[in-house]
Each structure stands twice: as structure tokens, then as C-alpha cells.
């Protein structure tokens, strides 16, 4: 993608972006009534009424490029996709937002020959997106889902993930999914704070530079890293596997799970052999 192309397919999503966030915090407001899905994990109406309204934007915005997204795919509608493809979770953090917690999110990644290369992530509940403007450059807006759907006029706080101390790192970690694997995992490194968080908003918060990497041992989906990870890369950071392998997207066969992962605000400090 041209980076003159970043700044177009931002504002062509926009207003899709921000009413799915009006839809979100309608619900939010009002309470939520929470459906199982077949792999255990909830769902509420907020996730398919946003999905809905961002699969039309993403359709309108650039059409003919398929669209993997989360409620369609658990349905069983699954396109079939090519070198490039849109990823989408319409509310990542359902657990936070089921307990009325603001950290839920909106994400939107671009996939181009395996990689994330364009990455949107709204929290409508915190009035703040992040996103990509060209590969090495991210962004923070401070925006309500109420605003005008413009960027115009508001300030684009640059993303730069921070130089890590290697003796005392801060480790984000998920209010959702504890795990002892990841507890061993961290044990590797000199941890001095680790902190929690919902959602995508983890790798926000890193390419901010408000900490130095999450790991997550276990099974997630593309749609949960994709724009974070496009994020992340633009702000000088990384997401890898264990062994420091870059993630590879695209994987149908797989049902677009993801193996374990690190997201670091700079370059990975630890590989697993």
C-alpha cells in the first residue's frame, strides 16, 4: 500500500468506525444480554450490530477485498481470501465490556502478502483511536463516538514505543486469561512491574510506551492482534512468536489461530529455542 493510501483508508472508514462505537456504547449504557458461542467464549448483540455496520464500511471503502471477520466467521461465512484482506474484530475485550469495564475495542487490520501493514483500533468507551499512517508512522486521536466523523483539526499525537531497560521491563498482561505458562514465561526477564489490561489496548499502551512488551501463551485469533500488531510495527515495535518469528496471517486452515505470542515496544529480548 502507497503511504498516501493510509491516510485515505483512514478517513474512508471513519464514520463506520465511530458509529460502531455509537452502537457499542448504546449497549454498554443500557446493559447486555450475553450469548455463548460454540467455542465457549461470549457474545453479545453489541458485537454483531457493530460488525454489521463496519463490514458495510469496509465494503464500501475498498471494494472486492475480502473481509475476515469475527461473528461471520464463527456462522460459518468465511470468504475465501487472497494476498490481501481486511481482519476484524468488532468488539475485542467482551469479557471487560460484559463487566462494564471501558477497555473494549474496535479493530480493523489490513493483511498484504501475509503481513499487517494497516491497523485501526478504537476504544469508543475511552473517546480514543490509535492507527497506522504509513508503515513507520502511528497515531493517537482523542475522539468521541459522537464527534464528527473527521480528523480534521485534531491534534495526531505520534505512537513511539519506548527503549527498554532490560533490568526492570514493564510487562502488560490480559485481565481475561491468566495463565502459568506465561507466568513462566515472564520469569525469563527481569520483570520490575507488571501490569493488566483488556483488549487490544494492550499494544496501544506499548507503541504509547507506557511499557515494554505482553506476552500471551494460548490460542487467539487474528483478528485479535492484526491492527495492533500494524500498530505496534509503526511505532517501532514488534510482535513475534516465541521464537521471534514474525505472525503469519492468512491462516485459513487453521481457522486463523494464532500460536503464542510477544508484542514488544522494541525489538524481541528473549527467544525461546
Known amino acids: 500500500m502507497r503511504n498516501e493510501d493510509y491516510r485515505l483508508l483512514l478517513d474512508a472508514l471513519l464514520s463506520s468506525v465511530l458509529a460502531a462505537g455509537r452502537i457499542e456504547m448504546a449497549h454498554f449504557k443500557a446493559g447486555v444480554t450475553v450469548a455463548t458461542k460454540a467455542d465457549t467464549t461470549p457474545v453479545t448483540v453489541a458485537d454483531h450490530e457493530a460488525e454489521e455496520v463496519l463490514l458495510a464500511g469496509l465494503h464500501a471503502a475498498a471494494p472486492g477485498v475480502p473481509v475476515i471477520a469475527e461473528e461471520e466467521v464463527a456462522a460459518g461465512r468465511t470468504p475465501v481470501i487472497g494476498d490481501r484482506f481486511f481482519l476484524v474484530d468488532p468488539l475485542d475485550g467482551t469479557r471487560a465490556f460484559i463487566r462494564n469495564s471501558p477497555e473494549f475495542t474496535i479493530n480493523i487490520g489490513l493483511i498484504e502478502a501475509g503481513c499487517p501493514t494497516f491497523g485501526i483500533i478504537y476504544a469508543p468507551a475511552l473517546a480514543l483511536l490509535f492507527a497506522t499512517l504509513d508503515p513507520k508512522h502511528a497515531v493517537e486521536v482523542a475522539i468521541a463516538p459522537g464527534d464528527a466523523a473527521t480528523l480534521d483539526g485534531r491534534e495526531l499525537k505520534p ?9 526492570a521491563l514493564v510487562a502488560f498482561a490480559s485481565r481475561s486469561h491468566a495463565a502459568e505458562s506465561t507466568d513462566a514465561y515472564l520469569k525469563r526477564l527481569a520483570i520490575a512491574e507488571k501490569r493488566r489490561a483488556s483488549s487490544s489496548l494492550k499494544f ?13 501463551l494460548g490460542e487467539t485469533s487474528e483478528w485479535d492482534t492484526a491492527a495492533g500488531d500494524a500498530i505496534l510495527k509503526a511505532a517501532g515495535g514488534c510482535v513475534t512468536t516465541l521464537e521471534s518469528a514474525p505472525l503469519a496471517y492468512g491462516k485459513s486452515g487453521a481457522r486463523f489461530a494464532n500460536p503464542s505470542f510477544v508484542a514488544w515496544g522494541r525489538a524481541p529480548l528473549l527467544t525461546v529455542p
Do not use: K, S, W
Open 159 to 167: 505512537l513511539e514505543g519506548r527503549d527498554p531497560d532490560v533490568a
Open 204 to 216: 496501544c499502551l506499548i507503541a504509547r510506551g507506557e511499557a515494554d512488551l505482553y506476552a500471551r
